[in-house]
């Protein structure tokens, strides 16, 4: 069978550490050599684990990421441990006694991978988030230091006694060992899967590590010595299969697992067993007070402080992860808050909708039935200008009869466009067309007003492609927002220019208005500066997802001197120019062409 990448690293990995430690530990003898070789072998090893480890720590799931971490972080600190337990040895030429200076960072090694068991990252989260896995991981350091220091500690510096600092330190160490061995095995049963697989390396790795620890405290203390003896075997088979565990999980990339209904998603064991760990504190400083001990006075006095310090620091953390809580509930809070108004805006604007809709029903209806009498009347009023030469009164009353008609005409042709709600039909458009449009259906409620529109062309534009309905709405919206700031002033001049840069039609919206509190999120959804019930926030965000429809550009700044810019890019066709302006609608109804009289205010349009 051909072995994979992964399957041949596994392999060279367990051969040229495990074995070449074996072989150097049966081959050479005990001196210098075997020494710095162990040593250098031992400080290698954590940092092959770490690498496998890391290598996972990639994915989009961030309880997963935290777990791969955290297994890192016990390698390392262990690996800090050896350094040390290295300097020693071989910078020093000193030999190893006990206690050893290492001997806490040994001891704190296995709390990080008691926080990678509480996050169980085979189960899938309802919120795959850790705000704060940092403090609840510093709490639960706290509860296992308060142990070691509790325990062990008074025996080495306050009152050394060799023989009960061995004793409660293997005591110590074993029963935090023994509490991940077993939550590996707990989770290698119910977890399915890759998972399972995982969990079940892990929970032989840690048990070959617990079992090796036993060995060796056995060995030592009845003098056999444990640098580059067979002793220290296990440890390195452990750290070889912790990276074995990372080189799997790599090729397997297991994904989180539905968790059972019954089995709540939020539970934070990490944060559940940092405050159990303040009321172990308080019971355990209480036991030789109300049930006594036999330990001397100086060390009851030292476990005393060192529970008041701890139960000081760790209520401390608990009060600041209390904090943080808090300021995130707060802030959940007020984003409901937001959401709701965002609600109620959009229902407002549901309901104008409706209104609107049946306007544009009724609108569309009487449009069809004003064009009926309009036809007529200029079809007489050709017929007046056709009995009667020019130059006279008839004729010219004519004229004056079909221009008004066309007008009105015009007026119906642009209100049935803007109301209709039809997919986007794009065309070779005019913009100067749309424009005035546009222009025209905005005028009709600004007599009495102190407001002026005007128009500038510096050109002859290139056609563009394009919805113009669409088109229509987009720059009615920014017509209408124009005129409502400047109302609000008093008055005022909206210019709008249209005019070629380089491959793209610019069309500038300028008004002499109030400007923008917030340029930066006119465009955003719901954002809206006017009274509730006349703005709902979403026209400006409209208008940016048709000019991305259509290719184009839009954007707003405030101008120097007051006011606000609005300025559109349109792609340009740049090999057709429009030989006269027309504004297409979409003809689902029957359509009559009148011919333009002359003048820039009364382009040619299609009538229904």
């Known amino acids: 069978m051909k072995f994979s990448r992964s399957s041949a690293l596994i392999l060279g990995a367990w051969v040229f550490f495990v074995g070449g430690y074996a072989a150097a530990a049966l081959l050479l003898p005990h001196g210098q050599t075997l ?37 890192a972080l016990g390698c390392t600190l262990w690996l800090a441990g050896v350094l040390i337990w290295t300097y020693i040895e071989l910078g020093l030429h000193q030999p190893i006694h006990s206690p050893f200076p290492g001997d806490l960072l040994f001891f704190l090694h296995v709390v990080p991978f008691m926080a990678a068991l509480a996050l169980v990252p085979h189960a899938r989260k309802m919120r795959e988030i850790l705000r704060f896995g940092f403090v609840d991981l510093l709490l639960l350091s706290v509860l296992w230091l308060y142990v070691y220091v509790y325990l062990v500690m008074p025996w080495k510096s306050v009152w050394p006694d060799q023989t009960l600092f061995r004793t409660r330190d293997l005591e110590a160490y074993l029963v935090e060992n023994l509490v991940v061995v077993v939550g590996f095995g707990f989770l290698a049963i119910i977890a399915r899967g890759g998972w399972r697989v995982i969990y079940a390396h892990l929970f032989g790795a840690m048990t070959l590590y617990t079992g090796g620890f036993l060995v060796a405290h056995y060995a030592v203390s009845q003098g056999q010595k444990y640098t580059g003896s067979l002793f220290a075997l296990p440890m390195l088979g452990t750290f070889v299969w912790l990276g074995t565990v990372g080189i799997i999980a790599g090729r397997m990339s297991p994904e989180p697992e539905p968790v059972s209904t019954n089995l709540r998603r939020d539970a934070q064991w990490m944060a559940r067993l940092g405050m159990l760990a303040v009321l172990t504190i308080v019971a355990v400083a209480a036991w030789p007070v109300f049930v006594g001990s036999s330990a001397p006075q100086a060390v009851r006095h030292f476990r005393m402080m060192a529970s008041l310090i701890t139960l000081f620091v760790a209520t401390s953390l608990v009060f600041f992860r209390q904090h943080l809580v808090y300021q995130e509930r707060t802030k959940l809070v007020h984003k409901l808050w937001d959401s709701l108004d965002n609600v109620k805006r959009l229902q407002t604007h549901f309901v104008q909708s409706e209104k609107l809709a049946s306007l544009g029903q009724l609108a569309a209806g009487a449009a069809h039935e004003i064009n009926n009498p309009l036809t007529a009347i200029l079809g007489y009023a050709d017929v007046l200008m056709d009995e009667h030469p020019a130059n006279t009164r008839p004729h010219s009353i004519g004229e004056k009869i079909r221009e008004q008609a066309r007008r009105t005409k015009d007026l119906v042709t642009n209100l049935l466009s803007f109301a209709r709600q039809v997919p986007a039909e ?82 500038e919206f300028s008004d002499t208005g109030t400007g923008m509190k917030e340029p930066e999120k006119v465009f955003d959804p719901f954002y809206t500066t006017k009274p509730v019930g006349k703005g709902t926030g979403l026209g400006l965000s409209i208008c940016y997802g048709i000019m991305q429809e259509h290719g184009g550009r839009i954007s ?49 349009t299609n009538a229904r």
């Not at 070789?37 to 989009?60: G, H, I, K, R, Y």
């Not at 449009?437 to 009709?444: C, F, M």
């Not at 007003?449 to 002859?460: F, L, P």
């Open 556 to 604: 707003g700044f405030n101008l120097p001197e007051g006011g606000c810019t609005f300025r559109l890019e349109l792609p340009a066709v740049l090999a057709v120019f429009p030989h006269s302006p027309v504004l297409a609608t979409p003809a689902s109804e029957t359509q009559t062409s009148t011919a333009a009289p002359a003048g820039p205010t009364a382009p040619t």
């Open 35 to 71: 020494t710095t070789f162990s040593d250098l072998l031992e400080c290698c090893v954590p940092l092959f684990a770490n690498t496998c480890l890391l290598f996972n720590a990639a994915s989009p799931y961030r309880r997963r990421n935290a777990f791969w971490m955290l297994l």
């Open 426 to 507: 794009k065309q070779l458009l005019d913009l100067n067309t749309v424009l005035t449009g546009a222009v025209q259906l905005r005028n009709l409620d600004l007599r009495g007003k102190n407001i002026r529109i005007e128009m500038e062309s510096h050109s002859v534009l290139p056609a563009v492609r394009g919805d113009p309905n669409q088109l229509l709405q987009v720059f009615y919206h920014l017509i209408s927002n124009a005129v409502d700031a400047m109302e609000a002033g008093g008055g005022g001049v909206l210019l709008i220019r249209a005019l070629r840069e380089k491959g793209m039609v610019v069309i």
